[in-house]
């Protein structure tokens, strides 16, 4: 079969269902263009496909590609042809997801060398590559991808979908409360993608979208979507990382633990997925800042989401994961399959700091502040387990966070060749006070 595909997977379709109600479904490609449920709920699909073990021991043999085809096809099913598909996933993956030793038993697997340094670049360009194809093929007429960032979120979508015809892109940030490199992400690509100031905090971004998402005149006006990692097409390559990271631990003959910096949980959820497709990784551990509403609820069985708390890791300042529901649903709601599946740690800013602080002096290594919650996380969990091999995800360039690496580590990071190039760029900023702001700049 081209591509190394298995006849298996090559003539199903996939469907989805939401999460608040089971017998609402969609296709693979009304999924990506709506993104949520008429009913509001997540879509979910509705069988995990599962991989041959053959398929997982031949892997150290296959390129990247290859494996990605093999794991999204049956959630694409005949939506995408499988040569464009094929070509989509090469665009998406044209960059290095390396494991760095850190320490005897422990690698770091490094998502952060895509084009915005930060782990989400793969999602936003499987998206739109697949909205693309959609367009392309005449489906949907001009779409607008409306987002809310609090700073990864924003630089991954714009540059994925930078120059993607047929598509608008319009993201909102909070004034000042984004990193310089962050917003130079946002206000200098230019093109299709315009970046909106708000005078107020990220809540209140989200707030303006989520309205604009149902303001009829809008509406009437513009073809919306969202690119958040409640979008399946956002979602589901995420199981990439695993599967390129398990390739090279092939010679591992330990138990092998993932510990994942979440905040969201869509990162660690398209993990679980993986898992559950056949991958055979034996332990998750969900690391998380003071936002531990799942920590919390591992330990007490009691769910309280909240109000999302600052910390030096803040694209994991979540107070209310939207992903933690498809996780639910993966072990059907029951909570002892879930806690016999998943771990969970919770670390302040101030044990960070220190633990950023030891990588360094003992091995040398510059972690990012998610990455080392994610490094505790496996740390603490490799205390009480002698005899697993950990790996933690380390989700972002540590100079996208320079002042609290340089104040972590007391030095500075070297700073990229990219990121030079971004800071010689002009930032246009365009400002909008609030929604009135917002519906304008739509409706013109
Ligand atoms: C988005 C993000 C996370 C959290 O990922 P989730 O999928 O939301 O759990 C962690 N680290 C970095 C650097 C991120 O940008």
Redesign the pocket.
Known sequence: MRNGLTPSVENKKMRYFSLNNNAITSSFEKAVIDGIAPDKGLFFPEKIARLSPSFIKGMPSLSKSQIALEVIAPYVGKEIPKDRLFRIIEKTLDFDFPLVPVGDNISALELFHGPTM???DVGARFMAGCLEYFIQKGDIGEITVLVATS???GGAVANGFLGVKGINVVILYPKGKVSDIQERQLTTPGQNITALEVDGAFDQCQDMVKKAFHDEEIKSKRQLTSAN?INVARWLPQMFYYFLAYKNLAEVEKKVAFS?????????CAGLLAREMGLPIHTFIAATNSNKIVTNYLDTQEYEPGPSIATI?N??D?GN?S?FIRIQRMFQNEFGTLKANLSSYSFDDVSTKIAMKEVFETNGYIM?P?GAVGYLGLQTFLKKNLEHYGVFLE??HPVKFLDTVESAIGEKPEIPESIQDLLEKQKLILSIKDYSGLKEFLLK
């Open positions: 930060a782990f989400k700073g990864d979120t990692s994942v910096p979440s905040g969201n949980f869509g990162n660690i890791s694209a994991m979540v994961p992903n990012d998610h989700t972002a």
